[in-house]
Structure formats: C-alpha cells, structure tokens
C-alpha cells in the first residue's frame, strides 16, 4: 500500500523532551502539585487537570520561562534529513500533540514539509499566562477521533495513514491508522500496539518503514 500521510507525536519524537508540560513545572516551580494533579487526572478528567493547572497553578505567572522552553527545545537526531526525506516520496506530514501549539509550530517552519499542526494551546498576554487555554481534545483518548478527522480532511482512508509515537495514549492513533511505529518508546503498552519498534531516538531510523 502507498502510504499518503504520516502523522507524527511531537515531545519524545521531533523532540528530545518527552513531557513539555512537566518541564513547565519544573520552570514554574509547580512541579510537586503537577505531579500530584497530573497522576490524579490526567486519565479520568483532561478538563479539570487544565483548569487545576492552568486556570489556577500557572494563573498570571510569567511567560518567560514558557518561551524559553520553546526556543531551547532540541531536536531528535536526524529531524531535517528525515522530514525532507519523506516531504520528497510525496507523503503528507502532520503534527498531532498533546504538547504546545507553539512548540509545534516553530517545528513547522524549521522543518520542510510540515502541512498541518494540532496541538494544546496555552494563552498568553502581556507576557503572563492569562489562566485560559484552548485544547484539542477533552480525553486522552481522543487522540485517536483526531487523527480519523485529519484523514477526513485530507480525504484520505485511516488505512493509508502512518502514526509515530512514544507514549502509552498514543496507542489509540495506533488503533486507528494503517501502519504504527513506536519510536524510542519506554512504554510496554504501546510496542504492543506497534507494526514496528524503533529503539533509538535517530528519526532517520523511521524512514526505513515508510518506503
Ligand atoms: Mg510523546
């Protein structure tokens, strides 16, 4: 089959980073009440977690630190090789995360071939995080009716799909496209779910599942 779209994850797969949310924290100095929220709701209630964390924890605290996160942010080896290597066999590229929008977007206009970015978007003005947010999805297992409504828009079966990921929720966009690839990933769950593994963090070593 010829593949017409590939959708990649971004923290832990473009980049090196595999949770930009936990660092956040980390610059914020929110990380022991992230951690404690993210494991109570991050399964059972997305919205509360966002309204918890950023309604309230990041409300008004400079951005700052948000923005050096996404200028400071690096790349998996192989990034510019891979993305014009696979813009070139014809293939659609997309971003689907759970991370930033705006991480995603600075990938879009530093790599070739990016179409499309669907990420969370935290929102910021005057230099603060203003406590609202706009974000893709409501459960964590919506990643998966996502992906079915990227194809619909490229008028494209799910069969003909490719989706890369590294974490366990990436499972359901597993489910739903043609092929799946694992990348560099620490979960058991997801390799189970892959067509194929890849176990180190050079992209390059996707292409030889998309030719
Ligand atoms: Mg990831």
Redesign the pocket.
Same mark, same amino acid.
């Given at each position: 089959m010829r593949f017409k779209l590939i959708v990649f %994850?971004? %923290? =832990?797969?473009i980049f090196e980073h /595999? /949770?930009f949310w936990m660092q956040l924290h980390e610059a914020l100095g929110t990380l022991h009440p992230g951690l404690e929220l993210t494991e109570k709701y991050l399964k059972t209630d997305l919205k509360k977690l966002a309204d918890e964390v950023i309604g309230k924890l990041w409300k008004g605290k400079p951005a700052e630190p948000f923005f050096n996160l996404i200028k400071n942010a690096k790349y998996n080896p192989g990034a510019e090789e891979t993305f014009k290597k696979i813009s070139k066999l014809g293939i659609k590229i997309c971003i689907l995360? =759970? =991370?930033p929008i705006h991480l995603a977007k600075r990938a879009q206009e530093e790599l070739k071939g990016i179409e499309k970015v669907h990420g969370n978007e935290l929102i910021i003005k005057d230099n603060k995080i203003t406590g609202e947010y706009n974000w893709i999805y409501e459960d964590i297992d919506h990643k998966g009716e996502i992906l079915k409504d990227i194809c619909k828009e490229y008028n494209i079966d799910p069969l003909e799909a490719i989706v890369v =990921?590294? /974490?366990d929720e %990436?499972a359901f966009k597993f489910r739903v496209a043609g092929r799946s690839i694992a990348f560099n990933s620490k979960s058991k769950e997801l390799k189970k779910a892959a067509d194929f593994i890849v176990e180190s963090n050079d992209l390059r070593e996707v292409l030889k599942f998309i030719e």
């Amino acid at each position: 089959m010829r593949f017409k779209l590939i959708v990649f %994850d971004m %923290d =832990g797969v473009i980049f090196e980073h /595999n /949770n930009f949310w936990m660092q956040l924290h980390e610059a914020l100095g929110t990380l022991h009440p992230g951690l404690e929220l993210t494991e109570k709701y991050l399964k059972t209630d997305l919205k509360k977690l966002a309204d918890e964390v950023i309604g309230k924890l990041w409300k008004g605290k400079p951005a700052e630190p948000f923005f050096n996160l996404i200028k400071n942010a690096k790349y998996n080896p192989g990034a510019e090789e891979t993305f014009k290597k696979i813009s070139k066999l014809g293939i659609k590229i997309c971003i689907l995360t =759970g =991370g930033p929008i705006h991480l995603a977007k600075r990938a879009q206009e530093e790599l070739k071939g990016i179409e499309k970015v669907h990420g969370n978007e935290l929102i910021i003005k005057d230099n603060k995080i203003t406590g609202e947010y706009n974000w893709i999805y409501e459960d964590i297992d919506h990643k998966g009716e996502i992906l079915k409504d990227i194809c619909k828009e490229y008028n494209i079966d799910p069969l003909e799909a490719i989706v890369v =990921g590294d /974490n366990d929720e %990436d499972a359901f966009k597993f489910r739903v496209a043609g092929r799946s690839i694992a990348f560099n990933s620490k979960s058991k769950e997801l390799k189970k779910a892959a067509d194929f593994i890849v176990e180190s963090n050079d992209l390059r070593e996707v292409l030889k599942f998309i030719e």
